[in-house]
C-alpha cells in the first residue's frame, strides 16, 4: 500500500483505455473513520490507452486526517462526455485501490494538538 504525508504528495495512478480518448477522471478515497473523504482528479490528455495520474483537487487535500483511505467511487469520461462509474457495487476489484495518509514525527514525542489557554 502506498504510504503519503505533507513531504510525499498524494498521487494515485489509474490506466484506463476508450477508443474515442480518456478525458477527465475523478476518484473519491474514503477515510477508514467513515467521516472524511478526499477527492482525486486527473486528466487523460485524450489518449486512448493512458495511466492518469490522480491528485487532490484544491479544497479537499487541504487537511486530511492519518489513517487509510479506501477508493470508493471512481468516474470517467472520454472526450465525447461519456461517463463511465465505478463503484464496489458494480467493480469489486476497486477495493485494491487504497493508500495511507501519515504526518512525519519530529522525533519530540508529542501527539497531541495545541492546549487551549483561558
Aim: proline share 8%; glycine share 10%; with cysteine.
Amino acid at each position: 500500500m502506498d504510504t503519503f504525508s505533507p513531504d510525499n504528495p498524494i498521487r494515485v495512478s489509474l490506466r484506463l483505455r476508450d477508443p474515442s480518448g480518456v478525458s477527465l477522471v475523478s476518484a473519491d478515497f474514503e477515510h477508514e473513520d467513515g467521516r472524511n473523504y478526499v477527492v482525486l482528479r486527473g486528466d487523460g490528455g485524450m489518449q486512448e490507452e493512458v495511466t492518469v495520474h490522480l491528485t487532490p483537487s484544491e479544497w479537499s487535500g487541504a487537511l486530511l486526517s492519518p489513517g487509510e483511505y479506501l477508493c470508493r467511487r471512481i468516474e470517467a469520461w472520454d472526450i465525447l462526455g461519456n461517463v463511465s462509474v465505478f463503484t464496489n457495487e458494480t467493480y469489486p476489484q476497486l477495493v485494491d485501490y487504497r493508500f495511507r495518509y501519515e504526518y512525519p514525527h519530529d522525533g519530540s514525542g508529542d501527539q497531541e494538538g495545541p492546549e487551549l489557554l483561558p
